[in-house]
DNA sequence: CGACAGTCTGACCAAACGGTCAAGTTCAGG
DNA sequence: CCTGAACTTGACCGTTTGGTCAGACTGTCG
């Protein structure tokens, strides 16, 4: 959530620069973040990447807790939403074909978004503790009962429902966490919308039909 | 490279204590790289679960990129070789189950070297960019020729190499390096034996066969 | 225009950091 | 038991860091 603190919203179109400048502020950390890690960055340096004075970051983010906090938020709601895509009515094949390409483009468009919550949870998730206890882990069994429900309608084979979603959760974020490496495999300086169109066909055809010859 | 400094290893049996030392820094080191990334480690938390002083790290270490650097060589010796079960003479299921079942054996009695190198790639590789433009990137192109000739002899389905074997990579790290997210979604305190048995199985049959029924 | 909340910022600080050093202690070979 | 190399370590240093603060500026509403 973003910040207690003196919000003047009195009366209307106030606090037009403080928006302005929370934002940059915000995207700017996630830069920053991303790049170098939560202890790695500096106030200093995510305040220059802002173009604004160190001091003026500590005006609107009290501490660099607190605006990690505020990447984080932004970052989960990016995050949170794609297992949606599962619902027991629809055919498991498209609903996964769409949570790959969805996961997918929204590794390419915003791959800081993505680095800043790998990095939280590789370092054991000090500030998203609650929220993997509470509300992931919520959404997650509740995604293992359409799985179920698609097993026992005979569409899907008897996987296990949460390694599976592991799975999926692996593949996709790959692509935008170890990007200097499928770079450096490819011969890449920069993956483009191609390399994530082949990725995304290559997921999906794996995850869905599995790489063995049959019948 | 471990260091180039004055190894006395004049006559027989001598530098034990600094093997020994330099041991229990490696080990050290790399719990606390794993826990806190390159920048957010300090020697001094090094030193200290090493139970050494300070000033006795910077003896066998110079520097603390140094003392990484070696974190870094130990842990890619382990990581290197799992690929090379990829031969063309071999049943490439065969193959792959083996590989998926070393790289999550890794996971599971390291998970800190998984956590180390994983932190290096998210933070754009700066100690290891000429590692993965030379030795990784000629070891997957060689790999890939493997998975053509499978491939071209009707035991693969004409899978993207590369991107098969990113999958690979990408579903088996995410076990060590997402722990905490796979822990809270299983609702375990500590991910065990049994745990990694069924990911091993669910990666491989999925990786296989797919998830969707068929004929 | 007066007033006041909101915004801005250079200068500053204590703490923590990587790294050094000189003086000491241990250890094995002669 | 002597000697020299290897090892140990408390104290120290310059720099960087997150965070503070007092005072200046600005935009807006009555």
Redesign the interface.
Known sequence: MPSPRPRNIKANGRGRIRESNESRLLKAAETVFA??????ATTAAIAARAKLPKANLHYYFRTKAELYRAVLANVLELWLDELDRFTPDRE??DA?AEYVAGKLYWSRVRPNAS?VF??E?????PFL?SY??RD??QR?EQKAKVIRQWIRS????P??P??????L???T???A??D???R????RRKLGERDFA??T???T???????????
Chains 1, 2 share one sequence.
């Open positions: 790049e170098r890690g939560f202890r790695g498991p094949s996964i680095k790998a990095n949870i590789l370092h054991g998730a503790e993997l206890a992931l882990r997650v005979g569409k899907l084979r996987v296990d949460k390694h599976f979603i592991f799975q959760w692996a593949s974020q790959h692509y966490d170890f200097v490496q499928v450096a495999v490819l011969g082949t990725a066909a290559s997921i055809a794996l995850i869905l039909d599995g790489c063995l010859t049959r019948c």
